[in-house]
């Protein structure tokens, strides 16, 4: 399945050297004062796609189309709890809201292979 990822210019470099890395903290100068800010992982630990662009721009201006290898996904619809990390059955989270899939959480980076840069035009 393509999906996108969002990060920041920086981090993509990064990605297309290095791979994916789900403990890796992002660039400095991206948060607060030049700081590094804590990956947030809300739904969960793992890589954050969605099919939707719109949604990954949300986690930086930077955009990869990658291809993803779900494996057995789990659906989660949140009603305001934090779940816990994807159990070990599973390979991948899909995020479920008003019965569309916003958020995919994939497990682990052998899942993904990135298959383009996005440039957007800023005007």
Same mark, same amino acid.
């Given at each position: 399945?393509?999906?996108?990822?969002?990060? @920041?210019?920086?981090?993509? %470099?990064?990605?297309?050297?290095?791979?994916?890395?789900?403990?890796?903290?992002?660039?400095?100068?991206?948060?607060?004062?030049? #700081?590094?800010? /804590? %990956?947030?992982?809300?739904?969960?630990?793992?890589?954050?796609? @969605?099919?939707?662009? /719109?949604? @990954?721009?949300?986690?930086?201006?930077?955009?990869?189309?990658? %291809?993803?290898?779900?494996?057995?996904?789990?659906?989660? #619809?949140?009603?305001?709890?934090?779940?816990?990390?994807?159990?070990?059955?599973?390979? @991948?989270?899909?995020?479920?809201?008003?019965?569309?899939?916003?958020?995919?959480?994939?497990?682990?980076?052998?899942?993904?292979?990135?298959?383009?840069?996005?440039?957007?035009?800023?005007?």
């Amino acid at each position: 399945m393509f999906l996108f990822h969002g990060t @920041s210019e920086e981090n993509i %470099k990064s990605i297309i050297k290095n791979n994916f890395r789900i403990d890796c903290l992002p660039h400095p100068g991206e948060g607060e004062n030049g #700081q590094r800010r /804590a %990956k947030s992982m809300v739904f969960g630990r793992g890589v954050y796609f @969605s099919c939707l662009p /719109a949604v @990954s721009l949300m986690y930086g201006t930077g955009l990869l189309l990658c %291809k993803v290898v779900l494996g057995t996904c789990q659906e989660f #619809q949140p009603q305001g709890e934090i779940p816990p990390d994807i159990p070990d059955m599973f390979d @991948s989270r899909e995020v479920i809201k008003d019965g569309v899939g916003i958020v995919h959480v994939v497990k682990k980076p052998c899942q993904i292979l990135p298959y383009c840069i996005i440039k957007l035009k800023n005007e």
